[in-house]
Every structure is written in structure tokens, then in C-alpha cells.
């Protein structure tokens, strides 16, 4: 089973969808959590961090439930831009190893 | 800007050959990676390292080795290049205090004939 598992889509929404992404996490002892993205033939970017409490940025909003270990990506209101491959990624425990998840792709059709 | 630079977009190497992935940061950073990414399998680890001359085996490190002599520059090496480890491959560096932001390189297209 890999440490870090995504539904890896497509999503195909229209604009002005709102669209969420799951991610699952198989180490308990996992201590940091994040979204990112990465665009068609480019590198991945940091999107947001993952807070306990959750949090928002715009029209991102991300949870963790660490009690079923798993983190979530909301988008509201799609845009085209958004179309990309969210990556949800893991730090375990003692700080540095940095786990990616394979990505969710997200195509916005106008 | 931080800047992570991988010394080649491209490269087509024999099988057998040995080959060296170099990357240069620019930002101090203690902690640097190499993933491999391949279609469905998302980004997997081959090593990081989280100090000058300090390494640890990522979740795929068979058939590589890496070498951290400054703090800046992190190079992986592929000791016998083989068919199946044409990829593309992604340096990245972070700092500790905020590990989980990561900054990457453009990726290196390797192509093992």
C-alpha cells in the first residue's frame, strides 16, 4: 500500500463548480500536510499548508482529519486556471522526508 | 526568488553508462531531494539529504547514490544507466523551519537507450 494516496481523476468540472479532492495518509506518526500543484510540463508549487483546525485561502479551503488520516482540497467557484494536478503531500514524523502523493487532475471547462 | 537549477533539461545516455544529475540552490537551504516522476506514480523519492555530507535513502534509492560535498549542490548518480530508469527527474531543496515548502527545479528528461 504506498504512504500517500490520491484519487488520481480526471475531474472534468465546468467553471463555477465547486470540486474536492481526498487524499489518505497510512502513517499515523505523519506530522505535516500540504497541497500542491503542478501544471502541465512545469514543476510542482506549493498551494497551501494543512492546518488541524483547517483552513482557507480564497477559494481554497483544506481539512485534515487525523483521526481517519486524511486531508481534503476544496476549490469553490472553478476556474479554467485551476486545471492542473494537485499533489497532496506528507511529512513524517522527525521533519524532513517529504512524501508526494501521485496528484489528482483537474480539467475546468468553460 | 529561490532558485533551484538542474544542470540539464535533457539528456540521452546508453545503458550502462554512468550518469550524474547535478542541482544547485541558491537559498541556504539545509534540506535537499531527488524524486523520479513517472506517469501514475506521482513523484517518489530516491534521496534527500538534510546536511552537507548527509544523506538518507528516499523509498526507491536502488540503482542510485547521491553526493552532498557543499551545502548548495546535491548530485544524484546513476551508477549503470538502465532502460528503466528513464524518467523525468526533480530536484528539490527546503529549509527546516519550513520543510514543507519545497521548491523544485525545472526536471531533467532522462532517456536511457
Known amino acids: 500500500r504506498k504512504e500517500v494516496e490520491q484519487d488520481p481523476g480526471p475531474f472534468n468540472v465546468p467553471e463555477g463548480a465547486t470540486v474536492a479532492f481526498n487524499c489518505t495518509y497510512s502513517n499515523s506518526a505523519s506530522q505535516s500536510f500540504f497541497w500542491y500543484r503542478q501544471d502541465c510540463r512545469k514543476e510542482p508549487k506549493l498551494l497551501m499548508s494543512?492546518?488541524?483546525s483547517g483552513n482557507e485561502d480564497g477559494r481554497f479551503t483544506a481539512q485534515l482529519n487525523r483521526a481517519s488520516q486524511y486531508i481534503s482540497l476544496l476549490i469553490r467557484d472553478s476556474k479554467l486556471s485551476d486545471s492542473a494536478t494537485y499533489l497532496c503531500?506528507?511529512?513524517?514524523?522527525?521533519?524532513?522526508?517529504?512524501?508526494f502523493g501521485a496528484g489528482t487532475r483537474l480539467f475546468v471547462k468553460a | 526568488d529561490v532558485k533551484v537549477t538542474q544542470s540539464s533539461r535533457y539528456l540521452v545516455k546508453r545503458t550502462g553508462e554512468k550518469v550524474f544529475l547535478e542541482c544547485v540552490q541558491d537559498?541556504?537551504?539545509?534540506?535537499m531531494f531527488w524524486y523520479r516522476q513517472d506517469p501514475g506514480l506521482g513523484l517518489r523519492l530516491i534521496y534527500f539529504?538534510?546536511?552537507?555530507?548527509?544523506?538518507e535513502k528516499g523509498d526507491i534509492p536502488e540503482g542510485y547514490s547521491v553526493s552532498r560535498e557543499k551545502k548548495e549542490r546535491f548530485s544524484l548518480i546513476l551508477e549503470s544507466a538502465s532502460t528503466n530508469q528513464t524518467s523525468m527527474y526533480l530536484c528539490a531543496s527546503s529549509s527546516t523551519g519550513t520543510a514543507g515548502e519545497a521548491f523544485f527545479g525545472q526536471g531533467t528528461r532522462l532517456t536511457v537507450v
Open positions: 537559498m541556504d537551504h539545509e534540506n
Open positions: 494543512v492546518y488541524s
Open positions: 539529504s538534510y546536511d552537507v555530507k548527509m544523506k
Open positions: 503531500v506528507v511529512i513524517r514524523a522527525g521533519g524532513f522526508k517529504t512524501i
